[in-house]
T-cell receptor, first 111, second 115 residues
Framework: GQQVMQIPQYQHVQEGEDFTTYCNSSTTLSNIQWYKQRPGGHPVFLIQ?????EVKKQKRLTFQFGEAKKNSSLHITATQTTDVGTYFCAGPQGGSEKLVFGKGTKLTVNP | NAGVTQTPKFQVLKTGQSMTLQCAQD?????MSWYRQDPGMGLRLIHYSVGAGITDQGEVPNGYNVSRSTTEDFPLRLLSAAPSQTSVYFC??????????????FGPGTRLTVL
């Protein structure tokens, strides 16, 4: 079945440094979603990308969807301690209503 | 609105015991699903439902049963608990049956330990 691969698995940065996580699919995706899970919490929806080459920004967060719609990235500029958590991408599996999640990137920020 | 609620928050079972994890939502969402989260494995879909009376299997359905008799409730049953089912379980819902296009709303989770 379709897999969504996410790298890196872990990332440790100093506060103020930038951070990027990448998501790659073995098949073309109709759309991709991103979620954030704070330590001890539950996943919370951040954004959805639908169009080829789409770029969306939320303050210091920039989300991109690849031209071939098989990869996506999340970039955080000038990380803050509030950015700590695990970031997941998720995409639909084939023609079903199954949402498949990547394994996530765990971000820690050293103040 | 309470959103998505899950009970219990914590549970310890012995191998072979059965139990039901409860999930309810008060947003009149059509789609509901169950995920399990294990360290380094991300979120894996167990079962999902696109509406009352309709359920289907996800990536890891073995050892779990579900039913959806009402729009609001989507319980997850462990028939005979095994240590491999030790995990954090999340219930999620989304407004329409086109779940892969909707924002997923997650519950707070149930941390299950099977001894």
């Amino acid at each position: 079945g379709q897999q969504v691969m996410q790298i890196p698995q872990y990332q440790h940065v100093q506060e103020g440094e930038d951070f990027t996580t990448y998501c790659n699919s073995s098949t073309t995706l109709s759309n991709i979603q991103w979620y954030k899970q704070r330590p001890g919490g539950h996943p919370v929806f951040l954004i959805q990308l639908v169009k080829s080459g789409e770029v969306k920004k939320q303050k210091r967060l920039t989300f991109q969807f690849g031209e071939a719609k098989k990869n996506s990235s999340l970039h955080i500029t000038a990380t803050q301690t509030t950015d700590v958590g695990t970031y997941f991408c998720a995409g639909p599996q084939g023609g079903s209503e199954k949402l498949v999640f990547g394994k996530g990137t765990k971000l820690t920020v050293n103040p | 609105n309470a959103g998505v609620t899950q009970t219990p928050k914590f549970q310890v079972l012995k191998t072979g015991q059965s139990m039901t994890l409860q999930c309810a939502q008060d947003m009149n969402h059509e789609y509901m699903s169950w995920y399990r989260q294990d360290p380094g494995m991300g979120l894996r879909l167990i079962h999902y439902s696109v509406g009352a009376g309709i359920t289907d299997q996800g990536e890891v359905p073995n050892g779990y049963n579900v039913s959806r008799s009402t729009t609001e409730d989507f319980p997850l049953r462990l028939l005979s608990a095994a240590p491999s089912q030790t995990s954090v379980y999340f219930c999620a819902s989304s407004p329409t049956s086109r779940a892969t296009r909707d924002e997923q709303f997650f519950g707070p989770g149930t941390r299950l330990t099977v001894l």
